[in-house]
């Protein structure tokens, strides 16, 4: 899956300070923005361009909220997928957050930025 998270959610992370170890960045070339090699063009304006792996690689495994532990959970429900953290006690339905995209990469992208607009990455 090398699909790129979209320049909008790679550019939010960017914002939010979340260092993202990519193959690729978002870079501004002749006007333009493209997904070019990191490290080409070290002098343009550019932020990482994080493929699923890429994003993936950075979520934790569980967090705690309200002194529970939810696990990172990813689903595929018919024609989207879901990534989000959800209660792993039998029977609990309870879920912290999740969000559903066409794109896993995207669905994987906002689950980071949520994570790090509250405070769920690791050194915050």
């Avoid at 333009?32 to 361009?49: R, Y």
């Avoid at 018919?78 to 912290?96: L, Q």
């Amino acid at each position: 899956m090398n699909e790129h998270l979209s320049q909008e959610l790679s550019k939010r992370l960017h914002e939010l300070g979340v260092v993202v170890e990519s193959a690729s960045d978002w870079t501004k070339y002749g006007g333009d923005w493209q997904v070019l090699p990191s490290k080409d063009f070290v002098k343009m304006e550019k932020f990482p361009a994080p493929t699923f792996i890429e994003l993936w690689a950075m979520l934790p495994e569980t967090i705690l909220m309200n002194k529970m532990t939810y696990d990172l959970c990813l689903a595929k429900n018919c024609a989207k997928t879901m990534a989000g953290y959800f209660c792993p006690m039998p029977g609990c339905e309870d879920n912290v957050k999740e969000y559903s995209h066409e794109s896993p990469t995207e669905a994987a992208g906002m689950l980071l930025i949520w994570l790090a607009e509250n405070g769920h990455l690791k050194g915050e």
